[in-house]
């Protein structure tokens, strides 16, 4: 199977497919017909004209008129517009997982310009939103050692990471995500680690255990811990714990195995032998089961996540200058 590119003059792409299902698609944008080199200032005037002020890339807030700024970047850069009509059809028609572009065409730009780039090609895609508990979208994923801000730890540090769902605390977690690499580890870790929950799904209804695992978790809403600078954004009871089953339609997974096993922890009425049963099981077949894709994401290269559907996570790596942008954002309002 095959889905056109993204840019004008560009190579058709293959997708690559897990058990009948699209899981990813790679669109090649070739880098030599970049778009920023003649749209750059139409973008860097749209960015400015709609917070008022040119706005440094890593201050950038969500758009408080998200609509507004996108359709001024649809008339201003019809070349990034057309790259990201392909993903968004990559995954509206062809029910991608995830799409990866393995060039940006931001390789020799400062870092400020990457920031502004990949902050447009957001907002075309949909609606940015913030960092919890912070007001900026994107967020540097890189090894901090003793200057991490204590937000977080999987993108703070160079450990790895297992496979998980981000923001599963709000009401309606963030349908998409994507992660930029400004530098790709080159210490051979850093691998980013992917599976379609929809295979995932699937797997686990072949075996007795798996299906009692899928029935559990969908029908039983779980308590689950949630760090306290989540908690006035989600939906939780009065001891402070998010109830939700990790099995849904939207999202598909909500899916953080700590958060989740703390959860059960604090409630003894819980604690019963088919719980634990149910999530040590697709801990497992996380962990050892097939399906899985490991994929670098080069330097100048994206990879966009459908946060619904896709668990992801991280290997190890030993490189300081490992260093990825993160966005999180909505489909388009």
């Known amino acids: 199977m095959t889905v056109a590119a993204g840019l004008e003059g560009s190579e058709v792409s293959q997708m690559t497919t897990t058990a009948s299902f699209t899981s990813i698609v790679r669109l090649e944008t070739d880098g030599a017909r970049a778009w920023w080199p003649t749209e750059k200032d139409a973008v860097r005037a749209a960015l400015a004209d709609h917070y008022g002020a040119d706005v440094p890339g890593e201050a950038l807030a969500p758009p408080h008129d998200p609509v507004a700024l996108r359709e001024r970047l649809r008339e201003v850069a019809p070349r990034l517009t ?7 059809s990559a995954f509206d028609d062809d ?48 090894n901090r050692g003793d200057e991490s801000s204590g937000h977080t730890s999987f993108s703070e540090n160079d450990l ?53 695992a899928v029935r559990l978790l969908t029908d039983t ?40 096993r703390k959860g059960i922890k604090a409630h003894p009425e819980y604690q019963r032998p088919e719980v634990f049963q149910a999530v040590d099981t697709v801990t497992r077949h996380l962990e050892e ?20 559907v ?24």
């Open 160 to 212: 790895k990471a297992g496979y998980h769902t981000d923001n599963g605390a709000l009401p309606i977690p963030e349908r998409f995500f994507f992660l930029y690499a400004v530098r790709a580890a080159q210490c051979g870790g850093g691998v980013s680690l992917l599976r379609d929950g929809r295979v995932v799904r699937n797997q686990l209804e072949e075996t007795p255990e798996g299906r009692d």
């Open 82 to 88: 057309a790259l990201t009509d392909r993903i968004r």
């Open 310 to 333: 896709a668990l992801h996570g991280r290997t190890a790596f030993t490189d300081p200058e490992r260093h990825l942008l993160r966005l999180r954002f909505h489909e388009a309002t």
């Open 221 to 260: 809403p779980l308590p689950r811990r949630i760090p306290e600078a989540f908690k006035k954004y989600a939906s939780i009871s009065s001891d402070g714990y998010l109830y939700a089953p990790v099995l849904a339609e939207k999202p598909m997974w909500r899916w953080r195995k700590n958060g989740i």
């Open 95 to 142: 029910e991608a997982c995830a799409v990866l572009l393995e060039e940006v065409g931001l390789r020799d730009l400062g870092i400020d310009d990457k920031r502004k780039a990949v902050f447009a090609l957001a907002v075309l895609l949909g609606d940015p939103t913030a960092n919890i508990p912070f007001d900026h979208v994107l967020w540097d994923v890189q």
């Open 289 to 308: 089961g097939p399906g899985e894709i490991q994929q670098v994401i080069p330097t100048d290269g994206m990879m966009i996540f459908d946060n619904h």
